[in-house]
């Protein structure tokens, strides 16, 4: 079972605004609205890839209950915390298609109840199985420690699941304390872990095998449309990106996750794995908005990907 946790979720607003100028009346020329948030995107992204998976999602007020129920439209099991108070935040995309601009204005989100993020855990890793496959990912809600995802990744492991981990900044440097199985920073992410610039192929290997000191088993570092560098315990991989025309590059990071998380909850080998996940990720590219790629065109993209040891 592949079970996915949102703390932070978002109802993610996309709105193509051609000619978008500041101070000013805009028009937009279309709206779309899909759940969201990085651990949420992994599970709309799963479905599409014909998997199945179980979306843990914190939420709050009534943009909590559209997010779920637009969730459980698409067909994806749904394991709902509530907040008492304030809104599960609405994060607005801004596209100009003129200009070639993508624009993120994203609420902050919910201030959850002392507590309930411990019943939270504990609910969840009550619910765990030897085998599942964990992602947390994305943000944490206002007031919640940076170091909260530490105890997730030793809560979950302790329960005999597989975490991957989907983080950013402080968040992520505390949750690799806690050694979970894999991460995917891009290069910017990895240079801000190891605090030094990363120029080359050989300074990006050298800083995820740093990552791999500190007790991680398997790291993906993100180079955006130049591809990604995969190290694990096979050694070091390289994989290339297809080269696709872009409709928005909002979640494409999520979509190479889920791609491996369905990889490793089907046992592939790690050239097929690495191939869906790139595949998956251009695919996801192609979009608008945040809405999963259909798997007839991640499988027409598997061709173009190239993976060679490095």
Not at 117 to 130: I, K, Q, T, Y
Not at 265 to 293: K, P, W, Y
Request: include cysteine; charge should be negative.
């Amino acid at each position: 079972m592949i079970r996915t946790v949102t703390l932070n979720p978002a109802l993610d607003k996309t709105a193509t605004a051609p000619g978008l100028t500041l101070d000013a009346v805009n028009r937009i020329s279309g709206l779309r609205v899909d759940p969201g948030g990085k651990g949420v995107n992994v599970s709309k992204v799963v479905r599409a890839l014909g998997g199945t998976s179980v979306a843990c999602v914190l939420l709050a007020g009534s943009a909590g209950r559209a997010l779920e129920g637009l969730l459980r439209d698409q067909g994806i099991e749904v394991d709902a915390f509530w907040s008492k108070g304030g809104e599960t935040r609405s994060n607005l995309k801004l596209i100009d298609p003129t200009a070639g601009t993508h624009t993120d204005v994203n609420e902050p989100g919910p201030l959850p109840e002392e507590g309930l993020l411990s019943h939270m855990l504990e609910h969840f890793v009550d619910g765990v199985r030897p085998g599942d496959v964990v992602v947390l990912a994305g943000s944490l809600p206002r007031g919640v420690a940076t170091g909260c995802y530490a105890g997730w990744v030793r809560a979950c492991k302790s329960a005999g699941a597989t975490v991957f981990l989907d983080a950013d900044g402080e968040r992520l440097a505390r949750g690799i304390e806690a050694g979970p199985d894999f991460v995917k920073p891009n290069d910017a992410e990895l240079a801000e872990l190891v605090g030094r610039a990363l120029p080359d192929e050989d300074a990006v290997l050298d800083a995820a095998r740093e990552l791999q000191g500190r007790g991680v088993a398997r790291v993906m570092v993100s180079l955006g449309g130049d591809g990604a560098i995969y190290l694990g315990g096979d050694g070091a991989w390289r994989a290339s990106s297809p080269k696709v025309p872009v409709g928005s590059t909002v979640g494409a990071g999520d979509s190479v996750v889920a791609a491996l998380a369905l990889a490793e909850e089907r046992g592939l080998g790690l050239e097929d794995a690495l191939r869906l996940a790139m595949a998956t990720g251009a695919a996801n590219v192609m979009q608008s908005g945040t809405q999963a790629a259909p798997r007839e065109l991640v499988e027409s993209l598997l061709g173009e990907v190239e993976v060679r040891r490095i």
